[in-house]
């Protein structure tokens, strides 16, 4: 009864078949197995729409965008800016004014820490980040705080690598001037409670900045209902190309920082004497954009689009879900991240064993998984690891391939320990 009631309970919502079938890369083989491809916290795969989007365009549409006033030019810059409006409405940002195209995640958190941070923060002043973030969410306000003056402070995990909200809540005061938090944990799978995270920066009137890197196509995303400032993410983390990303920022925000970069684009005029800047999203789009990326970005939007996000969701819990239930049955494995909260993304060490050792022999056997400290060295540090091993899932990943990914790893570690 029990096996049934489980087998029912993974019966996946979505049709996993179709779905696969716009992935090719997913039917190739490596190393003369079939792929299994569970490293979707370092990049997806991207669907045939996506592909052939790219294709179409740089064989048809081909122009440098704005400004040009022949056929193409025209037909680049609508499909451009069409672009930024299937991004707005995916984002729920009230208008395509604040959704300005980066290079990725770590492109859009070094424009507010050099746009916005350095200009508004003074000695004393205070930034608050949290354990779990990405070096991207590190870095850049760790130089923003050398150059002003400002404090880094930094809101602790507990050992299941949640946030502590009554530590947060005491680190938020009066001089926090900006909070720069992920949404999910790229090396945890950890899920934020951003919208309440958010809201408590706000009460002292601090800038928010919501790392979306591993959120964009895992969970609902509402920039309005989560109140953030600026929300960042990366395009090939979401089905779409390498290289093109997103900031969002609250139109007012955005309006009262200055340019980070100069050159084409952002003028609205130039002398030698003075230079004046375009309008907001423009004034931080210096130099010809990623046409082509945003183009695939959007087409990959809207080819995520199609399918319900509560199935999708379902469906990945259900991955997670088999994949700790194989994980705990392992001897000496230890699972890194077991927060209540959860995205599909399964840490783990096992005793004696480097997790690249591990990674290197599932990838003979086909399997694509991730090892090391996932640009998260204090998060590894605070958990007492060097690194973990990661199997991260997306909604094209079956049941069969959370079983192989373990098959995988227990004929590894038979082979280790012969
Ligand atoms: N933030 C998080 C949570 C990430 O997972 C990543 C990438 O893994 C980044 C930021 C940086 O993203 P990108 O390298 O695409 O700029």
């Known amino acids: ?51 052939h989007r790219l294709s179409e365009y740089y064989s048809d549409e081909n122009a440098n965008v704005h400004r040009g006033v022949h056929t193409l030019s025209e037909c680049a810059t609508e499909a451009f800016e069409e672009s930024r409006q299937v991004i707005q409405r995916f984002l729920n940002a009230r208008s395509t004014r604040e959704i300005v195209f980066t290079r990725g995640t770590t492109e859009a958190i070094n424009l507010v820490a050099q746009s916005y941070a350095l200009k508004q ?44 909200f009554e530590e947060y809540e005491k680190l938020v005061n009066k001089k926090t001037k900006l909070v720069a938090l992920t949404h999910i ?50 395009g090939h983390k979401a089905l779409g190309p390498t290289g093109i990303g997103v900031l969002y920022g609250r139109e007012e925000v955005l309006e009262a920082m200055e340019p980070w970069q100069s050159g084409g684009d952002m003028i609205k005029t130039v002398s030698f ?46 991955l997670l879900d088999k994949a700790i239930e194989r994980a705990l049955v392992i001897p000496n494995l230890q699972l890194i991240g077991t927060a209540k909260k959860k995205s599909s993304i399964c840490s783990f060490v096992v005793k004696g064993v480097h997790p690249n050792d591990l990674g290197t022999l599932l990838d003979q056997q086909g399997v694509a998984i991730r090892s090391g400290h996932h640009c998260a060295m204090p998060l590894m540090s605070r958990l007492k690891v060097p690194g973990t091993a990661r199997a991260s899932f997306a909604f094209y990943n079956s049941q069969e391939d959370v079983d192989k990914v373990f098959d995988a790893i227990e004929k590894a570690l038979f082979i280790l320990a012969a």
């Open 273 to 318: 004497e003075e230079t004046t800047y375009n309008e907001i999203p423009y004034k931080f789009e210096a130099g010809t954009p990623n046409i082509a990326g945003a183009i695939g970005l959007s087409e990959a939007i809207n080819y995520f689009s199609q399918f319900d996000l509560e199935k999708v969701e379902q469906h990945e819990h259900c």
């Open 121 to 164: 923060l003074k000695a004393g002043e205070e930034i608050i980040i949290s354990t779990l973030e990405h070096h991207s969410n590190i870095v850049p306000w760790q130089i923003a705080c050398q150059k002003t003056g400002a404090k880094l402070r930094v809101a602790p995990v507990n050992d299941s690598g949640e946030l502590i």
């Open 1 to 51: 009864m029990k096996e049934k009631l489980n087998k029912k309970e993974r019966t996946s919502p979505l049709d996993l078949r179709k779905i696969r079938e716009d992935f090719p890369i997913l039917s190739r083989s490596v190393n003369k197995k079939p792929l299994v491809y569970a490293d979707n916290a370092a990049t997806t795969q991207k669907p045939k729409n996506v592909i």
């Open 185 to 234: 944990s790229n090396a945890l799978g950890t899920v934020n409670p951003v919208q309440k995270l958010t809201k408590m920066a706000k009460e002292v009137g601090a800038v928010v900045l919501i790392d979306g890197a591993q959120s964009i196509i895992h969970a609902k995303i509402d920039v309005q209902a989560i109140g953030c400032d600026f929300y960042a993410f990366s």
